[in-house]
Nanobody
Framework: LQLVESGGGLVQPGGSLRLSCVAS????????IGWFRQAPGKEREGISC????????HYADSVKARFTITRDNGKNTVYLQMNSLKDEDTAVYYC?????????????????????WGQGTQVTVSS
């Protein structure tokens, strides 16, 4: 399974971006997907995840109500819609795939649970 992120860039505070995570080599139907970010000098943060069916999602408090994770298994793609962006959202954003199942929980935001990672896409929020 290979993952490729896209959609990053430079945006002003208050603006929006939509990140995409496209998978190849295997169907995403079998994987929960997480979005993570890492800013310079900071630890990697699990900001959102979505279960393999798309029925369950979780968000970190830092992005709740501003970011939305969705998936289109027919396109083997997961999206992260980011609205009301702030300076502190500046980071490299990664998507990752987890083959494990979590009955009731759906997915996790723990990076150690994820087996496959993309190369990352830079998001810079600045005026």
């Amino acid at each position: 399974l290979q993952l490729v992120e896209s959609g990053g860039g430079l945006v002003q505070p208050g603006g929006s971006l939509r990140l995409s995570c496209v998978a190849s080599g295997w169907s995403l139907n079998y994987f929960g997907i997480g979005w993570f970010r890492q800013a310079p000098g900071k630890e990697r943060e699990g900001i959102s995840c979505i279960s393999n069916t798309g029925e369950i999602t979780h968000y970190a408090d830092s992005v709740k109500a501003r970011f939305t994770i969705t998936r289109d298994n027919g396109k083997n793609t997961v999206y992260l819609q980011m609205n009301s962006l702030k300076d502190e959202d500046t980071a490299v954003y990664y998507c990752a795939a987890d083959a494990a199942t979590y009955p009731g929980l759906g997915c996790t935001r723990e990076s150690s649970d994820y087996n496959y990672w993309g190369q990352g896409t830079q998001v810079t929020v600045s005026s």
